[in-house]
Every structure is written in C-alpha cells, then in structure tokens.
C-alpha cells in the first residue's frame, strides 16, 4: 500500500498521464502481478496501455504490446467487452501506423478472430449473451 500511496501523489504532482508517472505505474504493475495479484492489477493496465500508445504513439511495438497484454488480462478477469475495445485500439493503431508492416495488420486480424471466439466460449460457458459493446470497434 505504500507503493500505491506514492503513485498516488506522484499522479497529483505531476499529472496522471506524464510520463514519469506512466513509468511509475507500469512498474506497480508489474509489482502486482508479480505477488499473483492480477485481480488489482487488471483495472489499471486499460489506464496505462491507452495513455502509453497516446505518448507513445501508433509504431511504438511496446505501446501495442501492452494493449494486447491488458486485453487478455480483462479477458481472464470476465470483462470481454473491455477486452474487444483495447483490442481495437490496437488495430485502429496499426492502421493509422506509417511504418508497420501489413502482415502484422492481418496477424492482428486473425488474433481478432481467435478473441472473438474466445469471448463467445467465455459468455457460453457462463450462460450469458455475448455483450454488444465488444462488438464495437
């Protein structure tokens, strides 16, 4: 709790989205997934992977990376519609990027394909309709 408590007014100080708070809180992150505490750390990596690929910017691999990785992370804690709207992000990114390579574009397509089916398994299994905004891009 100390670590959060001086996240928090590192975000205060200088800005929820500046950069040296981003770093701060990728490595909280990091922190709690590490001690197997995936439950907190799920709600903040949406924050910090939109806000890195804003910084960071539609060629950044790492930007990227860390909106598929907050993808699967809110697909494994039951939120699919959150998980379908960070994965088009990523896609919408690699689209408007000016140095990807197209075959990374119709990878990321056939992963899209590959999540889709995933959150259909998920809301079947639960006996629950598949939620229309993960249907949104």
């Known amino acids: 709790e100390h670590a959060r408590k ?3 007014g ?3 100080a200088l800005g929820e989205a500046h950069p040296s708070t981003l770093v701060s809180l990728n490595n909280f992150v990091v ?5 197997g505490r995936q439950a907190d750390a799920a709600p903040l990596l949406p924050f910090l992977a939109e806000h890195e690929l804003a910084r960071l910017g539609p060629d950044h691999q ?3 990376d860390l909106l598929n990785s907050a993808a699967k992370m809110q697909l494994a804690g039951g939120r699919p519609g959150e998980a379908a709207r960070l994965l088009g992000l990523g896609l919408q990114s ?11 574009l119709w ?9 889709l089916q995933k959150i259909t398994d998920h809301c079947s299994t639960n006996a629950r309709e598949l939620p229309t905004e993960a249907l949104v891009f």
Do not use: M
């Open 62 to 64: 790492g930007a990227l």
């Open 10 to 12: 590192l975000a205060t």
């Open 6 to 8: 001086a996240l928090e």
């Open 94 to 104: 690699l689209e408007a990027s000016s140095s990807r390579a197209r075959a990374d």
């Open 31 to 35: 922190l709690l997934h590490a001690q």
């Open 107 to 115: 990878a990321a397509l056939e992963g899209l394909g590959s999540f």
